[in-house]
């Protein structure tokens, strides 16, 4: 049986926490203040907005656009991220798991 307590009060496991977290606040923060950028900048800037690229084509669609561009950007980021350091920190906790909280 898994001892979750033991597991959670793991040094290791509270600094892999930790990390992720910290990561995770940044990605979400950057993510919310792009998404809200373009309402925001519509609603304060709309001659920006409207400022015509090609064709029927605006900064204002564009920036729309780059939203999608800017959420698979985050989750590579993330993706990279855990595969260089949040995974192997989860294997050291998992192969550590089974004699933590031992009982004799």
Same mark, same amino acid.
């Given at each position: 049986?898994?001892?979750?307590?033991?597991?959670?009060?793991?040094?290791? %496991?509270? @600094? /892999?926490? =930790?990390?992720? #977290?910290?990561?995770?606040?940044? &990605?979400? *923060?950057?993510?919310?203040?792009?998404? $809200?950028?373009?309402?925001?900048?519509?609603?304060? %800037?709309? @001659? /920006?907005? =409207?400022?015509? #690229?090609?064709?029927?084509?605006? &900064?204002? *669609?564009?920036?729309?656009?780059?939203? $999608?561009?800017?959420?698979?950007?985050?989750?590579?980021?993330?993706?990279?991220?855990?595969?260089?350091?949040?995974?192997?920190?989860?294997?050291?906790?998992?192969?550590?798991?089974?004699?933590?909280?031992?009982?004799?």
């Amino acid at each position: 049986m898994v001892d979750w307590t033991a597991i959670e009060a793991d040094a290791r %496991f509270q @600094e /892999l926490h =930790r990390r992720k #977290v910290r990561f995770l606040w940044g &990605l979400m *923060l950057f993510s919310v203040v792009y998404y $809200f950028a373009l309402p925001i900048g519509a609603g304060y %800037f709309p @001659e /920006l907005f =409207r400022i015509r #690229v090609f064709g029927p084509v605006n &900064l204002g *669609l564009l920036f729309a656009l780059s939203e $999608f561009l800017v959420a698979w950007l985050i989750a590579f980021v993330y993706a990279r991220r855990a595969g260089a350091e949040f995974d192997a920190l989860a294997a050291e906790v998992a192969r550590a798991a089974p004699t933590m909280g031992s009982r004799a």
